[in-house]
T-cell receptor, first 114, second 116 residues
Framework: DVKVTQSSRYLVKRTGEKVFLECVQD?????MFWYRQDPGLGLRLIYF???????EKGDIPEGYSVSREKKERFSLILESASTNQTSMYLC?????????????FGSGTRLTVV | AQSVAQPEDQVNVAEGNPLTVKCTYS??????LFWYVQYPNRGLQFLLK??????LVKGSYGFEAEFNKSQTSFHLKKPSALVSDSALYFC??????????????FGQGTTLQVKP
């Protein structure tokens, strides 16, 4: 069964900490994505990557960075966590889009910044 | 600009009754359309998609969706709702302007509540 694995289901961090959210997929997918999900706002794209060492900003990249050193791993970094970054974070991956493929999602990481 | 709208924040239906969750979209070219479901504190699960072909698409758990090009809609339907269908549903459309990323644009989500 294909999988996208997010390293933590729940995290609690302090304001100002540097936070790493890890995502690993075992499907050899080219594309990987990080979203945050907030009530009433749906899913908002933070960053995405369509190849190793490639990254592009999504709709809300401020306060975040990403790293993709290997094809299977896409990390989201909160440089200095703030309370307004408390949210559910979802990682997803997909194949080359020309075939009309959708996403496979991880289970999510619920981050609380105190 | 591409967009997706789910006009209802919540849909309430009695168990055994048919259900519809609405979705309309706007894209520049031909749309690739998707429905996902999310159970509490979980990631999103794929339900079904429309790429081309028959306008009525069948998916997981007895769900289906009808693509209507003239109304730019892709409503999710099920003939007989179950209490276990209660969840958050997202419609998504492929961003036709992204040539090599397949970035999906998601609606705001609709909470489906099925009462016994």
């Amino acid at each position: 069964d294909v999988k996208v694995t997010q390293s933590s289901r729940y995290l609690v961090k302090r304001t100002g900490e540097k936070v790493f959210l890890e995502c690993v997929q075992d499907m050899d997918h080219e594309n990987m994505f990080w979203y945050r999900q907030d009530p009433g706002l749906g899913l908002r794209l933070i960053y995405f990557s369509y190849d190793v060492k490639m990254k592009e900003k999504g709709d809300i990249p401020e306060g975040y960075s990403v790293s993709r050193e290997k094809k299977e791993r896409f990390s989201l970094i909160l440089e200095s966590a703030s309370t307004n970054q408390t949210s559910m974070y979802l990682c997803a991956s997909s194949l080359n889009p020309s075939g009309g493929y959708g996403y496979t999602f991880g289970s999510g990481t619920r981050l609380t910044v105190v | 600009a591409q967009s997706v709208a789910q006009p209802e924040d919540q849909v309430n239906v009695a168990e055994g009754n048919p259900l519809t969750v609405k979705c309309t979209y706007s894209v520049s070219g031909n749309p690739y359309l998707f429905w996902y479901v999310q159970y509490p504190n979980r990631g999103l699960q794929f339900l079904l998609k429309y790429i081309t072909g028959d306008n009525l698409v069948k998916g997981s758990y007895g769900f289906e969706a009808e693509f209507n090009k003239s109304q730019t809609s892709f409503h999710l339907k099920k003939p007989s709702a179950l209490v276990s269908d209660s969840a958050l549903y997202f419609c998504a459309v492929r961003d036709g302007g992204s040539s090599n990323t397949g970035k999906l644009i998601f609606g705001q989500g609709t909470t489906l509540q099925v009462k016994p």
